[in-house]
């Protein structure tokens, strides 16, 4: 393991947050064993002051996990030099198998507790605790994943040694090889296209039914998703090309540099905050039926449809004008 | 200004007329947690410069320095593989180096002793950096022996003191011509220390390495991104030693924010029972709590990373500037300038704030979910 900084507050961070979601996850298995909202017991009682514990908790691990996604990925990319051949945080994570893992697993965790949180907001809304059961049945999903992701990030961390050779982000995502992310460069211009602006007008499409005739909370979630995967495909299929101002280098990761003015970070935020949003907006659909929601939920679900869709017009702005001003014409 | 925000700017307000309430309690947890800050911060930021400083030296230094290797041993190279070397494809330039190091026994100290084709040189006159001056006792204009390999001494005249900008590289060199370097140290004609290599194209150095050596397999070509790789390991691996010496000191910081947490006085307890009376909830205690937190981090997190840039910057961080930058007889005084990115304050603000803010969560809760009635009465 290098003794990296960094590496060492990555290490803190992934232990506190097991460690938070392993309590929040222990007090909500209590919660759901013993709950019963009719009883007037002492027990009931603790426990509903218990969810406020598990409430703070979880919320609180979720900003330190969205803080630490981009905390990897810098370190990732501060690591690069001690590698022969890595270029960017895209050999960094090439170094050993747990790299990219690591990575992937951290970004659905923030969006399964983003949903968690959203599910918790409209939980506090009601007056009899209407989603107690659901809320935390995904608590007890999502805190296996953190501890596999803690688990993996050490992993990946401590197999790190300086010096082992590395394919540079030049030749990861280079044309004409194989793997995952090397298939993403190779998608091609005229099938990304399309696929990206057609996903984005769906998704606007979605948006206006919800929001008009207040329905297809599933479809818009499921949308919400999609764009997110096809908004990173398109990123490294041909978005990126117009940053970088240079038609082969397909990096989702040189983005964050200071070279391209940190435009990663927005671009990244705002597609992390729209697919929590959409997916928060599909997590509510399933409950509308709940009597003491019946007044709030079409509210929260406007709310939250219509951050998810200004957050996707955000990114969508920020490329289209980087492709409209780039000089690079493909 | 609506209601929401009225909501969060009230509890604020009242969170730190709370604070300032108890101001002996608070301000020694300040001051702890100040400290915490600073000598973690001071560290990061040391390391930092020290890497930046790194850097900037070796943007000077040649692409490729080739040495030649005899029985695993660094040995002279001889000026016949200067051509061979650069007719290689991609070679701009190879230019053979002659120096070496000679230990001084007045001041025991060791002296970089590097030959120069530089014609304001004048003959039997040596220019020297700043250190050698200062440790020597001498200036401009002095006469200094240096004794050779026979034991004979020869009399050198200081042309020039090299200016003290440049005091990191050439602190303890000794600038020559070539032929004086050959006759103190008795180096043969037709050999030389190493060969610097400068390419066109820094992505072609591998290739010209491994022509090199297959065209000769005794010698070692030492690319310029090794070095800045080897030394970057190295600042690394002090900074994240010296922070994990640290942690107990941070893992004690978090038992005593702890301990301060938990241990609610009774007054404070009265305090959130008449709150709650009063009509609060659980969530707006949990709130208020959450804000005498980020009052207290914040204040606690600038005042350390202040702290700290003075420390590191001004004072040349005096206090543990031995164990990172290493020792020597000769080392050059110099002064570190600022290096300082968001990435160092998010790494700061991950070993110092996250462990405090975990080690306050379940005590505000508890506090946050007294009974009223059993608050005031008790």
Known sequence: ?330 | MRPPLQRYRNILDFALSSLLRRKGRNLALISVYTLVVFVIASLVFFVQALKHEAHELLVQAPDMVVQRMVAGRHDPVPLAQVEAIRSIRGVDEVQPRLWGYYYDPVFGGNLTVLATEDAALAPDAIWIGEGVARSMRVKEGDLIPLRGYDGQSTLFSIQKVLPETSELVSSDLVLMAPKDVRALFHFPEGLATDLAIQAGNPRELPTIAAKIVELYPDSRPILKSEILRTYEAVFDWRGGLMVVVLGSAVLSFIIFAWDKATGLSAEERKEIGVLKSLGWESADVLLLKFWEGTVISVTAFLTGVLLAYAHVFFFSASLFEHALKGWSVLFPHFRLSPALDGYQLTVLFFLTVLPYTAATLVPSWRAATVDPDAAMRS
């Not at chain 1, 690069?80 to 895209?90: K, P």
């Not at chain 1, 983003?114 to 409209?122: C, D, E, N």
């Not at chain 1, 984005?200 to 499409?205: H, M, P, T």
């Open chain 1, 1 to 330: 393991m290098i003794q990296h900084p960094g590496i060492l507050a990555l290490l803190v961070a992934s232990g506190i947050v097991s460690l938070l979601l392993a309590a929040a996850g222990w007090q909500g298995f209590r919660i759901l064993l013993g709950w019963d909202l009719r009883s007037g017991s002492e027990v009931q009682l603790d426990l509903e002051r218990r969810t406020y514990l598990v409430s703070t908790l979880v919320a609180n691990a979720l900003l330190i996990q969205i803080l630490s996604l981009f905390l990897f990925i810098f370190t990732a990319e501060g690591l690069h030099n001690q590698f022969v051949g890595a270029m960017c945080a895209a050999g960094s994570l090439a170094v050993n198998a747990y790299g990219y893992p690591t990575l992937l697993m951290k970004v659905a965790t923030c969006l399964l507790a983003g949903v968690w949180l959203v599910l918790h907001r409209a939980d506090t809304q009601g007056y009899d605790y209407p989603l107690i059961r659901p809320k935390y049945l995904l608590l007890l999903v999502l805190v296996p994943l953190v501890l596999t992701e803690t688990w993996l990030q050490l992993s990946y961390l401590t197999g790190l040694k300086a010096d082992v050779m590395t394919s540079c982000c030049g030749s990861l995502f280079g044309q004409g090889r194989q793997g995952f992310a090397a298939e993403l460069a190779g998608l091609p211009l005229w099938l990304m296209q399309p696929v990206f602006w057609g996903t984005f007008a769906a998704l606007l499409a979605a948006g206006f039914l919800l929001l008009r005739f207040r329905r297809g909370a599933g479809l818009f979630a499921g949308l919400s998703l999609a764009y997110l995967f096809v908004a990173v495909a398109a990123l490294i299929s041909f978005f990126c090309l117009y940053i970088y101002e240079l038609p082969t280098h397909h990096c989702p990761f040189c983005l964050l540099k200071r070279e391209y003015g940190w435009v990663g970070y927005p671009l990244y935020a705002t597609l992390l905050g729209g697919a929590i949003a959409g997916l928060g907006v599909g997590a509510l659909g399933l409950f509308r039926n709940r009597e003491s929601l019946a007044a709030v939920l079409p509210t929260l679900q406007a709310r939250l449809a219509w951050s998810a869709l200004v957050l996707a017009a955000l990114f969508t702005l920020i490329v289209g004008l980087w492709m409209i001003l780039s000089p690079l014409r493909l």
